[in-house]
């Protein structure tokens, strides 16, 4: 039977958006620009390490000073954090790509951000670039550039990625729906994706309905987020238009009445939602303007209040007051635009956060269709198992005869099992050798 995802309207609970408390003032920096020196450069030449005092807590790499209009950090289609690494810059109306440490990597010629792309590595990441016309002469000769100097390589263009959460009100279960294109099918969350996520997900409610195309995203939906537990438990009692996962952090972003503001881990919203975009996967078609407030990133977030930029820390507090034309960081080294341009440095006080072990199970445990019971031990999974020949057997969507047949297995099929339940004995879930359904429950009395 086909299922199709539909959504819940809910109602958006509005909260006042009112300016946070900067724990200290500083003087406003006029936007940059480049001192009589510098007059013989070329735009986004580098000019020598100027004098300039940066904020207490911000520590001089000693790099030399840039002059680009604007420096953003990189979004990665289909991912929700920055690219630690590198920038996108922008002289006049055109963009290139920046190394952190301030090496340019390709020259401001492109019409668009610099977008990174999924399939990249960190050895050799991947670059969506865009020209309003066409010069492929011009970005081979870019891409051999960009490799030479090891930055990776511009991307050819492919096919996308997608994962949400769904809170399914008629089954009372949190699902995931990923895919890369075109419909999916609603899985458990398996243990693996639950340490990613540190157990705590944004997600939207719907329920799980009859439709005669598959499962559906609710197109155009604007149900809102909301921040839920593994048994969707609410973590708070607000609504979300845009919410991002803590990533490991201290805090997560989410927006709300146009605005992003940053929520500890019991739900409690340390920061008023106040803040505006700084970064986004921006194209020619989809506009170019940041349209997302950076998550924490080693404990802290370059944040945009009133058109000003500062550094949030932790606990919510503006450590670099939102004063300044423009400040990036993306974990690892920032750059704060003064008067003289932008100036590079690090924080001695970035920890990279702690990541929970996870299970490692068979890539099958997180493509359990929510329908089915889901196992919460894992002990045998891994295990090779044989059916025996006593005749067909029987394939089910839990463990019990109770529940639906799903398919069935012939005399002597090799099966890899995958997790069984503490409560009801003698059943186990397994890998199918098929595909689809690409796990069933089977009784262990029939297995050797």
């Known amino acids: 039977m086909k299922r199709a995802v539909s959504s819940l309207a809910l109602t958006l609970l509005l909260c006042a958006c009112a300016p946070s408390a900067s724990p200290s003032t500083s003087t406003e920096s006029p936007a940059a620009s480049t001192p009589e020196s510098a007059a013989v450069e070329s735009p986004g ?25 604007e420096i953003r950090p990189i979004a990665i289609f289909s991912d929700q954090s920055p690219m630690q690494g590198y920038y996108t810059m922008r002289q006049g109306e055109h963009w290139g790509l920046l190394r952190n440490d301030g090496q340019e990597l390709l020259p401001c010629v492109y019409d668009s951000p610099v977008n990174g792309c999924f399939l990249g590595t960190d050895d050799d990441p991947a670059w969506h670039v865009e020209r309003s ?31 949400e959460f769904y809170w399914l009100t008629d089954l009372q279960r949190l699902c995931d729906y990923s895919g890369s294109t075109g419909p999916s099918t609603p899985t458990h969350i398996a243990p693996a994706l639950a340490a990613d996520y540190d157990g705590l997900f944004p997600a ?20 809102p987020y909301r921040y839920r537990l593994p048994d969707g438990t609410p973590l708070n009692d607000q609504s979300y238009q845009t919410a991002l996962p803590f990533g490991h952090e201290a ?30 996967y921006a194209t020619q078609s989809s506009g170019q303007e940041p349209s997302t407030s950076s998550p ?47 100036h590079s440095f690090r924080l001695p006080d970035a920890v990279p956060p702690t990541i929970p072990d996870a299970p ?4 099958e445990a997180s493509r359990v269709p929510i329908e089915y019971a889901y196992p919460d031990v894992w002990d045998e999974a891994g295990a090779t198992r044989t059916t025996t020949s006593e005749g067909t057997l029987n394939v089910r969507s839990g463990p019990g005869t109770g529940y639906d047949k799903v398919s069935d297995l012939a005399p002597g099929t090799a099966v890899t099992v995958l997790g069984r339940s503490s409560t009801v004995e003698g059943w186990v879930l397994v890998i199918l050798p098929d595909g689809w359904p690409p796990v069933g429950w089977v009784s262990s009395e029939y297995l050797e």
């Not at 051999?144 to 096919?159: K, V």
């Not at 329920?207 to 149900?223: F, W």
């Not at 146009?258 to 106040?274: I, K, M, N, Q, S």
């Open 296 to 342: 924490l990133l080693n404990g802290f977030a370059a944040v945009c209040r009133d058109g000003k930029f500062g550094l949030l820390d932790s606990t919510g507090q503006e450590r670099v007051p939102c004063t300044y034309a423009g400040l990036v960081w993306d974990g690892q080294t920032g750059w704060l635009r003064l008067e003289d341009g932008w």
């Open 360 to 363: 490692a199970l068979p890539h």
């Open 251 to 280: 805090l997560a972003v989410a927006q709300r009445d146009g605005r992003w503001c940053y929520l500890d881990r019991t739900g409690h919203e340390v920061t008023a939602p106040c803040y505006e975009g700084t970064y986004g």
């Open 45 to 69: 030449t580098a000019t020598p390490e100027q004098a300039a005092a940066l904020p207490a807590g911000l520590e001089p790499t000693g790099g030399d000073v840039l002059d680009y209009e």
């Open 133 to 163: 016309e066409p010069a492929p002469d011009s970005d081979r000769e870019l891409d051999a550039q960009l490799r030479s100097l090891g930055g990776g390589h511009l991307c050819d263009g492919h096919g996308g990625y997608y994962q």
């Open 204 to 223: 939207r409610d719907a329920v799980l309905s009859e439709g005669e195309e598959g499962i559906l995203l609710p197109e155009g939906s604007d149900t």
